[in-house]
């Protein structure tokens, strides 16, 4: 069996939803109509009944206007370049400030997602009910591109833009001018349940979409993804959203923020799930991305939030204190065809790579920690003590014997787990030691489902990420996955103060090694309040980057990118 013919799941201890443990998926009918919807049908409903709704949420927003107040969620010195930054309005060209790019280096963009939320930053809600608020990850989707292109004398012009992902939430609220939809994603249970109505009653979506968490190119044309909704198309050259992706109709549910390309094919591997039956759903998409070749329901009995296809899934209520599971299952297969593993609780949040060792064996790759990053109602009121608990780095609590149930659980290594197809037996263990955390991990993507010797992450910084109660990673590690059991691993540490984020993989135009590329990354300087994009030789990680490109903004921190040709 060849790796194109399977994807994996990784279920990480099943856990209802409940309404105040996530982030609602919105429903799939609402009652107000974008702009740049030109392919759905406008909603037929009566005069009376118009008018009757119309009324009605007048009341509710008059209702909401006198029982419910917006606050700011203050951030700490710490936490600054999480703030949220202007939209730029059109690419500007920017410059090399230090090395040059080099000669092979291929023309295109790298562009990365991230939350930028709206009116200066996160809101809480405030009324009799109590408080509500929202989650680190939510914020609207903001993508930021770096376009590399080359005259006729071999001469790099680079240039930068940015722009808002303008879901159907973010345009009512732009028109409103104002915050309007209350956050429904944590707080006590009878704040959460009210907003939540409320919300539907005004909008039927119970919580805002958001659209910031990864950008993929497929069939090329490009999408920004999120696991709560519909992708987003957007115009790769001026960053204009161009409308939901749902495959012609075929696809109106959920997708994945990490959907994965089938090797050989180059067919789209997804999958999406909701509040209602079917809990979990999987899907391929012809390699011109113009049909769904492929849907099945895998008859889940409870729904979970998915974050990765092949191995991970992010659960917002992980119990470690039950069990895991890895399904493998025929690309083309049904629910009664998934071969399930048990393995050792866990919460991994990405993949690396999963790929076959000979007939009877799966190799799957991720990182792995104890403690799911989005936390479950009993984290306490506290949240910024849960985080700065959580990123503590698990050797030195362990030193210090200041250990609790939280300190350290938040910290990810790089972790193996070997699948037998013909026994059902499962070995697993770290492939990286305590020295430092890692996560979003990436390959090169022409080994994606295929036997990698290398991988890379981004490298947590267990202190700064303490101090601060959100993750910030300090520098680039590359993973040498053959060899001794002792793994090597290359580090490319920034200065000091300095944090990236939407690290991608470059390849050689006609290269012959794996790690004949670079990788790319937006990185900041807190001491200086600057934002770069760094490439850095994959092949010689460790050496100091090859080309620093001075941007005129500033890049929050964020989550996923890509590097495409265009």
């Given at each position: 069996?060849?790796?194109?013919?399977?994807a994996l799941?990784h279920?990480?201890?099943?856990?209802?939803?409940?309404?105040f443990?996530?982030?609602?998926?919105?429903?799939a009918?609402t009652?107000?109509?974008?702009?740049?919807?030109?392919?759905v049908p406008?909603?037929?409903?009566?005069?009376?009944?118009?008018?009757?709704?119309e009324a009605?949420?007048?009341?509710?927003?008059?209702?909401?206007?006198?029982?419910?107040?917006?606050v700011?969620?203050p951030?700490?010195?710490?936490?600054?370049?999480?703030?949220?930054?202007?939209?730029a309005?059109?690419a500007?060209?920017v410059?090399?400030?230090e090395?040059a790019?080099?000669?092979?280096?291929?023309?295109?963009?790298?562009i990365?997602?991230g939350?930028?939320?709206?009116?200066?930053?996160?809101k809480?809600?405030?009324?009799?009910?109590?408080?509500?608020s929202?989650?680190?990850?939510?914020?609207?989707?903001?993508?930021?591109?770096?376009?590399?292109?080359?005259d006729?004398?071999?001469n790099?012009?680079?240039?930068?833009?940015?722009?808002?992902?303008?879901?159907?939430?973010?345009?009512?609220?732009?028109?409103k001018?104002?915050?309007?939809?209350?956050p429904?994603?944590e707080g006590?249970?009878?704040?959460?349940l009210?907003?939540?109505?409320i919300?539907?009653?005004?909008?039927r979506?119970?919580?805002?979409q958001y659209?910031?968490?990864?950008?993929?190119?497929h069939?090329?044309r490009f999408f920004?993804?999120?696991e709560?909704?519909?992708?987003?198309?957007?115009?790769?050259?001026?960053?204009?959203?161009?409308g939901?992706?749902?495959?012609?109709?075929?696809?109106?549910?959920p997708?994945?923020?990490?959907?994965?390309?089938?090797?050989?094919?180059?067919?789209l591997?997804?999958?999406?799930?909701d509040?209602?039956?079917?809990?979990?759903?999987?899907?391929?998409?012809?390699a011109?991305?113009?049909?769904?070749?492929h849907?099945?329901?895998?008859?889940?009995?409870?729904?979970?939030?998915?974050?990765e296809i092949g191995?991970?899934?992010?659960?917002i209520k992980y119990e470690k204190?039950?069990?895991?599971?890895i399904?493998v299952?025929?690309?083309y297969?049904?629910?009664?065809?998934?071969?399930?593993?048990?393995?050792?609780?866990?919460?991994?949040?990405?993949?690396?790579?999963?790929?076959?060792n000979g007939d009877?064996?799966?190799v799957?790759?991720g990182?792995?920690?104890?403690?799911?990053?989005i936390?479950g109602?009993?984290?306490?009121v506290d949240?910024?003590?849960w985080?700065?608990?959580?990123?503590?780095?698990?050797?030195?609590?362990?030193e210090?014997?200041?250990n609790?149930?939280?300190?350290g659980?938040?910290?990810?290594r790089a972790?193996?787990?070997?699948?037998?197809?013909?026994?059902?037996?499962?070995?697993?263990?770290?492939?990286?030691?305590?020295e430092f955390?890692?996560?979003?991990?990436l390959?090169?993507?022409?080994?994606?489902?295929?036997?990698n010797?290398?991988?890379?992450?981004?490298?947590?910084?267990?202190s700064?990420?303490?101090?601060?109660?959100?993750?910030?990673?300090?520098?680039?590690?590359?993973?040498?996955?053959?060899g001794?059991?002792?793994?090597l691993?290359?580090y490319?540490m920034?200065p000091?103060?300095?944090?990236?984020?939407?690290?991608?993989?470059?390849?050689?135009?006609?290269?012959?090694?794996?790690d004949?590329?670079?990788?790319?990354?937006?990185v900041?300087?807190?001491d200086?309040d600057k934002?770069?994009?760094y490439i850095v030789d994959?092949?010689r990680?460790?050496?100091?980057?090859?080309a620093?490109?001075?941007?005129?903004?500033?890049?929050?921190y964020g989550?996923?990118?890509i590097?495409s040709?265009?």
């Amino acid at each position: 069996m060849s790796i194109s013919k399977c994807a994996l799941i990784h279920m990480s201890s099943s856990a209802d939803r409940t309404p105040f443990t996530h982030n609602f998926k919105p429903f799939a009918v609402t009652p107000f109509k974008t702009a740049f919807q030109k392919n759905v049908p406008t909603l037929q409903i009566n005069a009376p009944y118009r008018r009757l709704k119309e009324a009605s949420v007048r009341l509710l927003d008059a209702f909401v206007d006198l029982m419910f107040v917006f606050v700011d969620e203050p951030l700490l010195p710490s936490q600054s370049n999480f703030a949220p930054v202007e939209e730029a309005g059109e690419a500007v060209q920017v410059s090399i400030v230090e090395g040059a790019i080099p000669d092979e280096f291929p023309e295109g963009v790298y562009i990365r997602n991230g939350a930028n939320p709206l009116y200066g930053g996160l809101k809480s809600a405030v009324s009799i009910f109590g408080k509500t608020s929202s989650l680190w990850v939510e914020g609207e989707g903001m993508v930021h591109a770096v376009y590399f292109k080359k005259d006729g004398a071999g001469n790099w012009t680079t240039s930068y833009n940015n722009r808002y992902v303008e879901t159907e939430t973010y345009l009512l609220e732009k028109d409103k001018n104002r915050p309007y939809i209350l956050p429904a994603a944590e707080g006590i249970p009878s704040a959460v349940l009210s907003s939540y109505l409320i919300n539907l009653l005004r909008l039927r979506a119970g919580a805002k979409q958001y659209s910031n968490t990864n950008v993929v190119e497929h069939g090329g044309r490009f999408f920004s993804v999120t696991e709560t909704h519909s992708p987003q198309e957007i115009d790769i050259h001026t960053l204009e959203t161009l409308g939901d992706w749902t495959i012609d109709g075929a696809w109106t549910r959920p997708f994945t923020s990490h959907p994965k390309k089938v090797p050989g094919t180059g067919e789209l591997l997804i999958m999406g799930c909701d509040n209602l039956k079917p809990y979990y759903e999987v899907g391929i998409i012809s390699a011109d991305g113009s049909k769904l070749v492929h849907k099945e329901d895998l008859k889940f009995d409870r729904t979970v939030i998915s974050h990765e296809i092949g191995v991970t899934q992010r659960l917002i209520k992980y119990e470690k204190d039950k069990h895991s599971r890895i399904g493998v299952m025929p690309r083309y297969g049904n629910a009664e065809s998934v071969k399930w593993f048990a393995v050792e609780p866990s919460c991994a949040f990405h993949l690396i790579n999963c790929f076959e060792n000979g007939d009877d064996e799966v190799v799957v790759m991720g990182c792995k920690g104890q403690e799911s990053i989005i936390p479950g109602p009993d984290f306490g009121v506290d949240k910024f003590k849960w985080f700065s608990r959580g990123f503590k780095n698990v050797y030195s609590v362990e030193e210090n014997g200041e250990n609790t149930d939280q300190d350290g659980m938040l910290f990810a290594r790089a972790y193996e787990w070997r699948l037998n197809m013909k026994t059902g037996e499962v070995t697993e263990g770290y492939l990286t030691g305590t020295e430092f955390s890692m996560d979003f991990p990436l390959i090169n993507p022409s080994f994606t489902g295929l036997k990698n010797r290398y991988a890379y992450t981004q490298v947590v910084d267990s202190s700064a990420s303490s101090a601060a109660g959100m993750p910030k990673y300090s520098g680039l590690a590359k993973l040498h996955l053959e060899g001794t059991n002792d793994k090597l691993v290359e580090y490319h540490m920034f200065p000091e103060n300095t944090y990236c984020s939407g690290a991608a993989f470059v390849s050689k135009p006609g290269a012959s090694e794996e790690d004949d590329g670079w990788i790319v990354a937006f990185v900041h300087d807190e001491d200086a309040d600057k934002s770069q994009v760094y490439i850095v030789d994959a092949n010689r990680i460790s050496g100091g980057a090859v080309a620093k490109i001075g941007l005129n903004s500033r890049v929050p921190y964020g989550f996923h990118g890509i590097f495409s040709p265009i």
